[in-house]
């Protein structure tokens, strides 16, 4: 089976589309560093600490490159070197494959 980094997000637009049981969220919440589930369960988030603000933005930057390609985009909090992620398909109003694809992506950015 694929690595998460190695796949690519589907559109979230497809009406049959439902958000991910418990179950098969945890399972690849578990190939995931860092990674927690939100507090109301409908999303995935991480913080992140920088050297300085530069190198906030960098990443946050890169993310960005991620997200457009892969047309998922996180939320994203900057506060100087702090940066707060949060991935959720709003569109179904839970998590999805794509949620996890994204993040495992986002993962493998190198500063």
């Given at each position: 089976?694929?690595?998460?980094?190695?796949?690519?997000?589907?559109s979230c637009q497809d009406k049959?589309?439902?958000?991910?049981?418990?179950?098969?969220?945890?399972?690849?919440?578990?190939?995931l560093e860092g990674?927690?589930?939100?507090?109301?369960?409908?999303g995935i988030e991480k913080d992140?600490?920088?050297k300085n603000f530069?190198?906030?933005?960098?990443?946050?930057?890169?993310t960005a490159d991620v997200a457009e390609f892969e047309q998922h985009h996180p939320d994203i909090d900057i506060r100087y070197n702090k940066v707060h992620l949060?991935?959720?398909?709003?569109?179904?109003?839970?998590?999805?494959?794509?949620d996890f694809i994204?993040?495992?992506k986002i993962n493998a950015i190198h500063l």
């Amino acid at each position: 089976m694929p690595k998460l980094k190695d796949k690519e997000c589907i559109s979230c637009q497809d009406k049959d589309l439902k958000p991910l049981p418990k179950t098969a969220a945890a399972r690849l919440m578990a190939e995931l560093e860092g990674w927690e589930f939100s507090k109301d369960g409908k999303g995935i988030e991480k913080d992140l600490v920088f050297k300085n603000f530069d190198k906030a933005m960098d990443f946050v930057n890169m993310t960005a490159d991620v997200a457009e390609f892969e047309q998922h985009h996180p939320d994203i909090d900057i506060r100087y070197n702090k940066v707060h992620l949060v991935l959720s398909t709003h569109s179904i109003g839970g998590l999805s494959e794509n949620d996890f694809i994204t993040a495992a992506k986002i993962n493998a950015i190198h500063l």
